[in-house]
């Protein structure tokens, strides 16, 4: 059976078991209510078999516990019946569970080697080896476009550095060698009203020793 379900496509195979199923479930269902049908047939028997007894009529109450007896041997039967069916339902369900798991593998597998084919390892090594080509040859470029030109390649990088440290040295020297500077004093805030009084009293004083030493002078 699994074999024939493998080999089959996955929607025919799973209308197959759900078309199997579903005969099996109305075959179960069907013999149930046999199985009622004679379980009522039996108690009927013996409610007869028990009239028979109060009526004396043992041969009749005898038949009644036989045909009692048939009727629990079908309904044995029967539930044999419905107990192989559960069973073979069971099986087909876990069937179709297997098939559709292994489906689903199946595809994941498939999936996976077209991903595989599409992006193999020689494929990423190759595409590495160019874009670390295609960045040395971007370095190259840079380097090449920085690179000086015309008179500019002439000149001599260590020469030109000396000469910037004997500039940088005679800057030195020459801020060295310059006079100390003293540094303005600050002015000083005087009120409005004090600074007209103050240069008046100096005037008059200077008028003063003019004048004294021009009396000296007169006197001798």
């Known amino acids: 059976m699994f074999s024939r379900m493998f080999g089959k496509p996955k929607q025919e195979a799973n209308a197959s078991a759900v078309t199997t199923l579903d005969k099996l479930n109305e075959t179960l269902e069907m013999l149930e209510k046999k199985e009622k049908v004679l379980i009522k047939k039996a108690s009927a028997e013996v409610e007869k078999a028990k009239e028979f007894t109060r009526a004396k009529n043992k041969r009749a109450a005898i038949q009644c516990l036989k045909r009692k007896r048939l009727y629990e041997q079908q309904i044995e039967q029967l539930g044999n019946f419905q107990l192989r069916i559960h069973d073979q339902m069971i099986m087909l369900e876990g069937a179709k569970a297997t098939t559709e798991t292994v489906d689903a593998l199946r595809t994941g597998a498939k999936a996976m080697k077209a991903m595989q084919k599409a992006v193999n390892i020689d494929d990423v090594d190759k595409t590495m080896d160019e874009i670390n080509e295609q960045t040395e040859n971007m370095k190259q470029i840079q380097e090449a ?4 030109i015309g008179a500019a390649a002439d000149f001599d990088e260590d020469e030109l550095e000396a000469e910037l440290e004997e500039l940088e040295g005679a800057e030195l020297e020459e801020q060295l060698l310059q006079p100390a500077t003293t540094a ?6 005087v009120p409005a009203g004090r600074q007209q009084t103050r240069p008046a009293q100096r005037q008059n004083t200077e008028e003063e020793d003019e004048l004294a030493a021009l009396q000296a002078e007169m006197a001798l």
């Not at 476009?145 to 000086?148: G, T």
């Not at 303005?184 to 805030?189: F, I, L």
């Open 145 to 148: 476009l920085s690179a000086p």
């Open 184 to 189: 303005p004093a600050a002015p000083v805030y």
